[in-house]
């Protein structure tokens, strides 16, 4: 349990929401309401940086997925763009320089920097590089197993990195400290540290309660996060900001330089500080409504989820809405006859909708997919099946359609 921010390192620490305690939603287990491990979530804020932050990370080996074929899909529209701008930072003149990712989520990056020319390109190995050898060990071993010490040592013997890419990793680490710093270990003097994160100011002000994680500890907006790395011995080199329905991403390159002393934290707007104030007090009024909502299309026609994720575990068990469903529908071979985690209800293939005469389905997946989702089921919509989303930055969100 954290008693200071995990950014700034304020003890003024207040609490924003507590949802008690929730099964790994990414668990899918093989009998409905089978034991599964459990995460207590409840989110602070700092009242001093602003930054939100759950109050108990988990840790990394209790975040080891179930199985080996949990894959992780992040946004790479930009990512042309991206690399562009990191492969014009001075002192990246040198293609031959060294640039390091961190997991395989930064593969396609380090695929474009490659095509632009450069010839140095890596990335680091969770056995052979930070020694972790558990099952299924997968991006949320990273952040714990990179300490400085293993940072230095990979440093000493690969050679230390002119650029290191860290993708949608961030912030999943349980000690921002300790992963900054062996983060840093990894860079060269004069190089650079990218980190890229999910932006979760839209949520927060729409009162989204899925963006609530057991792997992501901290949730940043732009004030929380782009001058994270003054206090590091990092002098600000480019931010980035790119768009997205459900979440934006925000870029911070900064290139490290040891003359920098440690900067005093940033005081947070207080609008900042409003968000996270606001965002904890409508929780219920959001249950309620849409228990409302569904109790009434229940009413008409059975009611199913589509997209067996953790947006969708989110929803239902923060809300408490399992009993208003009739299934879950998501076409993932390895998924099917297992169950949404805390809940009874089936995994079942697309077919579903129309066999068991579903009526209304939310969508629990990224607002760009759901195009691609509806364009499948035609016959569904073509019965009088109607898909709305279940996330509230979606135009088809199910709160915000009459």
Not at 79 to 93: I, K, Y
Not at 206 to 233: A, K
Not at 309 to 323: C, D, K, P, Q
Request: glycine letters at 8%; a negative charge; hydrophobic letters at 40%.
């Amino acid at each position: 349990m954290i008693t200071q921010c995990q950014s700034c390192r304020s003890s003024a620490l207040s609490p924003v929401l507590d949802l008690g305690s929730h099964p790994f939603s990414t668990g899918l287990p093989l009998r409905s309401y089978e034991p599964l491990r459990m995460f207590e979530l409840a989110l602070l804020q700092c009242g001093h940086c602003g930054l939100i932050q759950l109050r108990q990370p988990a840790a990394a080996e209790d975040l080891t997925p179930l199985v080996d074929w949990v894959t992780y899909r992040e946004p790479e529209n930009h990512l042309d763009d991206v690399c562009d701008r990191l492969a014009a930072l001075p002192g990246l003149e040198d293609r031959r320089a060294r640039i390091l990712g961190v997991t395989s989520k930064d593969e396609s990056a380090l695929a474009r920097l490659s095509k632009l020319g450069f010839t140095g390109v890596s990335r680091l190995d969770i056995a052979g590089d930070l020694g972790v050898t558990r099952a299924n060990a997968n991006v949320e071993a990273v952040p714990e197993a990179l300490t400085r010490e293993c940072g230095a040592e990979i440093a000493r013997s690969q050679g230390p990195a002119k650029l290191v890419i860290v993708r949608h990793i961030f912030e999943h680490a349980a000690d921002l400290g300790q992963f900054i710093e062996g983060l840093k270990a990894l860079v060269a003097p004069g190089g650079y540290l990218m980190l890229e994160v999910p932006d979760c100011t839209r949520s927060l002000a729409l009162g989204d309660y899925t963006m609530i994680w057991e792997e992501h500890s901290v949730y940043f907006t732009p004030e929380t996060f782009f001058n994270l790395l003054d206090r590091h011995g990092f002098a600000p080199a480019l931010t980035m900001q790119y768009p997205y329905p459900y979440e934006d991403c925000l870029i911070l390159v900064a290139r490290r330089d040891d003359s920098v002393g440690a900067a005093d934290p940033v005081a947070a707007p207080p609008r900042v500080l409003a968000l996270g104030r606001d965002y904890g007090r409508r929780f219920d009024t959001v249950t309620q409504e849409l228990r409302e909502k569904l109790e009434a299309a229940k009413g008409k026609r059975p009611v199913a989820l589509y997209g067996a994720g953790h947006l969708t575990a989110s929803f239902v068990n923060y809300h408490g809405l399992g009993t208003l469903f009739d299934c879950v529908v998501d076409d993932t071979p390895q998924k099917q006859g297992l169950f949404l985690p805390g809940t009874n209800l089936p995994i079942l293939p697309s077919a579903a909708l129309l066999e068991r005469g579903i009526g209304l389905c939310l969508l629990g997946l990224a607002p760009e997919v759901e195009p691609k989702i509806v364009g499948r089921n035609a016959a569904f919509i073509a019965g009088g099946g109607q898909f709305r989303s279940l996330l509230a930055a979606s135009p088809t969100a199910f709160l915000g359609v009459s």
